[in-house]
């Protein structure tokens, strides 16, 4: 146990007590699931993608304040942007989205991040390139 | 709100009596112990009432007390003031890997002054196998430090044995009894020990003030070098009223600690067995019978501690736990994964300790609200299935 206890921005307890989007999503056209029980946080995100734009996110996520929080932002920044703007959401900004994070729970934005991508890449990956149907 | 403290293993409140004790000693009682005048003397007279106070709660000598600035120090002093007195031939510490970072870091720098440290293992339950203890011992062995009962998960070693141990080898033997000393009944003699640590606001008094007891003959380096104070142990002006609160606060956990250990360990088992109960896939952490009167640990399957903290926080419940989140490092409690925990039940671990105030009606709350709270956290874990719900 040390000193460095993370404090929260209004922001975050705010989506840590409300969180957006939570629970899975039926037949979601991408999956991203990252993180492991070693490190504490594992992230799940479902994405439906019309017309290669989000329309809908959802997330479940086993971890911290933090990790629900961001969890929660980068779900609620997600929506309505493009496949390609959405791969450019950085960890940064859903930090930023957030009111900041303590320095040692930036790891949790950058989960969530991996966490968008890697339901991309799903996505991507199901519906390739030449105009996906 | 009533706020619903359940976290005294971290901290108690300072008790009222004591509190009223030491509140002279910033007014009209303020003189400075070494000095020769009536203030000094009234200053001297309250240090020597108060170290009587602790020695008797540990059945000690008084000469045998050294006030320190808190169970950390008297942990560092223990370990490094043994150290640098010793033999060179003596290089050898036995600890166990489940010690407080007190000790751990103490051992880590003496490591790397060339000492050598084994970290004896213990087993699911926390407890230290004594037959380790004395297998780990070599000629060169100086000290052995294994905790009373451990901060975490409440598990109380055998200490008494491992003492005798550590007599019939000649070794020394030191340990830290934050977590103990005015909870559960200590006797210094017949456990074997030399060197001992207590923390006052463990025990209802001051923060910045605890004891090493140092059995007579044991050879001791002072790790603050100064004055004469404590006997040219520990330099530097006595914290007077904070001596006094530790010594009104001995003083008081003698007359309680066995009436208060009966009611808080009832109230212990009722929280154990309703969490158990109403909470599937729960389970206690620490042994089930040698424990401390008031600590309960628990880990809940795909849950993690944080989370749990901030609702019972926002419920005005104050607990702990050992998931990485809370610890300013990416891993979860070292005392856990000893006892063989995966690194998941580690970080759904949350430790519940009660203490002089603590109620039915507290208890009752914990329960009723921490199931809503993991019920909550479950439905958003990717880890959980619902019961009936096949796994995807």
């Known amino acids: 146990m040390s000193d460095e206890q993370p404090v929260y921005s209004e922001k975050v307890m705010e989506h840590f007590r ?3 989007n939570v629970g899975e999503m039926e037949s979601p056209d991408g999956i991203g699931h990252v993180g492991n029980p070693v490190c504490g946080d594992i992230m799940e995100l ?3 993608v019309v017309d290669h734009v989000i329309t809908d996110a959802r997330f479940k996520t086993f971890g911290c304040g933090a990790a629900i929080a961001t969890s929660s932002m980068v779900t609620e920044l997600v929506k309505g942007k493009t496949i ?6 950085s960890n940064r900004a859903v930090a930023e989205a957030l009111g900041g994070l303590p320095p040692i729970k930036m790891h949790c934005s950058v989960l969530a991040e991996e966490a968008l991508k890697s339901a991309i890449e799903d996505y991507l990956q199901k519906h390739p390139k030449p105009d996906s149907a | ?5 359940l976290d005294y293993a971290a901290t108690t409140p300072t008790h009222p009596d004591v509190v009223q004790a030491m509140l002279p000693f910033f007014g009209e009682s303020f003189g400075n112990a070494s000095s020769l005048y009536s203030y000094g003397r009234e200053a001297r007279a309250a240090i020597t009432a108060a170290r009587s106070s602790v020695a ?24 490094k003031g043994i150290a640098f007195a010793a033999d060179g031939k ?7 890997s489940i010690e407080h970072h007190a000790v751990l870091g103490s051992c880590e720098f003496l490591e790397n002054l060339g000492f050598h440290v084994t970290y004896l293992p213990v087993d699911k339950y926390g407890l230290v196998a004594p037959d380790d203890v004395r297998k780990a011992i070599t000629d060169n062995t100086l000290v052995i430090s294994v905790m009373h009962a451990n901060n975490e998960v409440g598990t109380i070693q055998p200490i008494a044995e491992i003492g005798r141990i550590a007599r019939d080898a000649g070794v020394y033997f030191h340990t830290d009894a934050v977590q103990t000393a005015g909870h559960v009944p200590i006797a210094v003699n017949d456990m074997g020990i030399d060197l001992l640590s207590v923390s006052a606001h463990k025990l209802y008094g001051p923060k910045g003030v605890g004891a090493l007891f140092v059995r007579t003959g044991t050879r001791i380096s002072p790790l603050i070098h100064g004055g004469a104070q404590e006997r040219n142990r520990r330099a530097g002006t006595e914290n007077l009223a904070g001596i006094v609160g530790f010594g009104t606060a001995a003083e008081l956990a003698r007359g309680t600690m066995t009436e208060e250990a009966t009611v808080l360990g009832t109230l212990r088992d009722r929280l154990i067995t309703g969490l158990l109960e109403r909470i599937p896939e729960a389970q206690l952490n620490g042994h089930p019978t040698s424990r401390l009167p008031n600590n309960v640990n628990v880990s809940i399957d795909y849950v993690e501690g944080e989370s749990m903290l901030l609702h019972l926080d926002m419920e005005g419940i104050c607990a702990s736990t050992g998931s990485a989140c809370t610890s300013g490092s990416l891993e979860p409690s070292h005392v856990l994964l000893s ?3 995966s690194h998941q039940l580690a970080h759904g671990s949350l430790r519940l300790s009660l203490g002089k105030w ?6 009752e709350r914990v329960l009723e609200t921490l199931q809503e709270i993991v019920s909550k956290l479950r439905a958003m874990s990717p880890l959980y299935k619902a019961p009936g719900r096949s796994a995807q």
């Open chain 1, 18 to 20: 409300n969180p957006r």
């Open chain 1, 46 to 48: 479902y994405i439906r």
């Open chain 1, 84 to 89: 390609e703007e959405a791969l450019e959401l």
């Open chain 2, 1 to 5: 709100m009533n706020r619903v403290y």
């Open chain 2, 56 to 79: 008797r709660l540990i059945g000690a000598d008084e000469d045998e007390i050294v006030f320190t600035g808190g169970g950390t120090e008297a942990d560092n002093m223990a370990l």
């Open chain 2, 90 to 96: 003596y290089n050898h510490i036995i600890t166990t």
């Open chain 2, 339 to 341: 006892m063989g925990l």
């Open chain 2, 358 to 363: 603590t109620t039915g009606e507290d208890v």
